[in-house]
């Protein structure tokens, strides 16, 4: 995978499509303990479509190069990164595609960094003071030293404990017991990854994002939530309750998946990227 190289930290990244597409390119954000493969069937999609796809590992805790010392990991610090990471890359008009911690950096990026975004996709993710949702709060506040983290990976190494509700079971109908386990593989093998991980979820546990949703209506260009209806954790009401907030939002439910939407249904996602970057306002 390329490379490039930022003020807090180098950022891995894979594109799929082609680089001279007449369509707004397309920067994929997941959110904590995932990785671009998240994105990879809808981006493959996409690709075939003539859509440029461009699929960063953020600093979530599932990359595997550790973030650069002092770095800002706060929620404000990687909307930061994002940015710099399309002013590296020369992304204008991009389709911002979001998922899970993802879609709440993704309302961060439109409300600091709103220059480069042509328009707005959110699967389902975290709002207003849902950040994590139940159980992920409990989950995360165990997750807030290193020690912890090492402790709590090795007893998610079998498959029935990782595929339960505190784990991946709630995000994923039929999770693929492979992946699942690389997402946890990084923080297993480097204290650094530990390091990053425990240091961005203390900053989550004390950020809110109801502040920004007061400023959703600054953002005319298009907005469209992909949403799982068979979202346990974020329940469909909150998407209702973003999307009236913006003033060009489109809503597409997607009956029985749940938070990753992008591995659940990817065709409801290819679709509606596709058809706001077609015709991208």
């Not at 784990?167 to 530990?194: F, K, V």
């Not at 659940?264 to 996602?269: D, G, L």
Request: proline share 9%.
């Amino acid at each position: 995978m390329p490379q490039v190289a930022l003020s807090q930290a180098t950022i891995a990244y894979q594109e799929l499509g082609p680089q001279d597409s007449p369509h707004p390119p397309v920067l994929f954000i997941h959110g904590v303990l995932a990785d671009e493969r998240l994105w990879s069937q809808v981006a493959e999609g996409l690709g075939a479509r003539g859509f440029r796809c461009i699929l960063p590992t953020w600093p979530l805790g599932s990359h595997t190069i550790p973030v650069n010392a002092g770095a800002d990991l706060s929620p404000a610090g990687i909307a930061a990164l994002i940015h710099e990471f399309m002013v590296a890359l020369d992304l204008t008009e991009v389709t911002l595609v979001g998922n899970d911690t993802g879609g709440g950096l993704c309302q961060l990026v439109i409300d600091s960094y709103p220059d480069r975004v042509g328009s707005l996709i959110l699967t389902n993710c975290d709002a207003f003071d849902t950040f994590p949702p139940f159980p992920f709060t409990w989950v995360f506040a165990l997750l807030r030293g290193p020690r912890s983290i090492k402790l709590l990976f090795e007893a998610l190494r079998p498959k029935v404990l990782r595929h339960s509700p505190l784990g991946y079971g709630l995000l994923l109908n039929n999770p693929d017991p492979a992946l699942t386990s690389s997402w946890l593989e990084p923080c297993r093998a480097d204290a650094r990854i530990r390091r990053d991980l425990a240091t961005l979820l203390r900053h989550i546990a004390v950020t809110d994002l109801t502040e920004v949703s007061t400023r959703f209506g600054q953002f005319t260009k298009p907005v469209t939530f992909v949403w799982g209806m068979g979202d346990r954790c974020f329940v469909p009401d909150l998407a209702h309750r973003m999307a009236a907030l913006f003033p060009n939002a489109t809503m597409i439910e997607v009956p029985r998946a749940k938070t990753f939407v992008a591995r659940n249904n990817p065709s409801a996602v290819i679709d509606a990227i596709a058809n706001v970057g077609a015709h991208p306002g």
